[in-house]
């Protein structure tokens, strides 16, 4: 994340107000305020949260993400969903515009992982953790980010708990930085074969960085893509062995043929899939050393696709 930008986008979404007018309005100090727009400071999520509230503008995007997405206000730790027809930020009728709750928010966030597995994610000190989830501080909004992007929330419903439908604006589309990116995880595989919730920092290898604004052009949540390595030859011809390939997540219905991660008898494979006309479906291995597969309607429940392929790379 990078916060250099914070203080751009907050003199754009000020737009022709004055410093003393908007501090007014946000109930921060002028003096303060003038820190943020000359990048002397950071601010803490609560007046980040007080300035993009007084600007109407998502704290998402204030913050420097380039995807804005709305969340579900129904599912206290809901995955961030794309789809969006507004531009502005929109509350539920009734709910308050108030930065209270974040540690309550912030546990539930967490979910199985513990506090010492959370504080490794968000590259959090332990100390640090204990004092937002005990509500004795209040992070910055870099800490915060790093923290929602752990946990796959959104910052404005990890600040408030309010749902804010949002979409890039013009305003904020011609802001946008092309050096800004987002840094997709690379899982080890064997990780990924057991039973539990993947997103768990020890088994990351690295992450790859794509360019934020290229995300966006294809629809992609960036916070619902993982990448893993390519084992084994029977996709050789598309997929060599030790080649990378990006899924997304939200893509794990057999909706098209096209080159799925699926967990088959707790072994994670890179397959074609092709659905038949009485229901069944076709694994298509692209080395023809390897025999297809037929898997019969009544046996579709053996395969979880994991998510569609997106993009790979590797070494010619």
Known sequence: MKFDVFSKRLKQAMASETNYAFAKRS?????????YLSGASVPSMEKAWKMA???NVSLDWLAG????????????RSPLNQKSGNLDIHFAEGVKKTFAGFNVRLRKAMGDDTSCEFAKKSGLSGSSLHNYLKGLVVPSIEKACRMANAANVSLDWLASGCSAGTQLSQKELSSTDKDVQDYIPLYQ????????HWKHSANILTHLAFSSRSLHKQGLNPNQLLAIPVMGDSMAGVLKDGDIV???LERNQLDAEAIYVVRLNHQLYAKRLQRLFDGSVRIINENKGYSDVIVEKANLSNIEIIGRVIWFCGWT
């Open 27 to 35: 109930g921060i100090s002028e003096p303060l305020l003038r820190k």
């Open 53 to 55: 509230v007084a600007a």
């Open 65 to 76: 993400n380039v995807l804005l997405h709305t969340t579900n206000q129904t599912n206290d």
């Open 189 to 196: 595989p064997s990780f990924l074969n057991r039973k539990r």
């Open 246 to 248: 990006m899924i997304d």
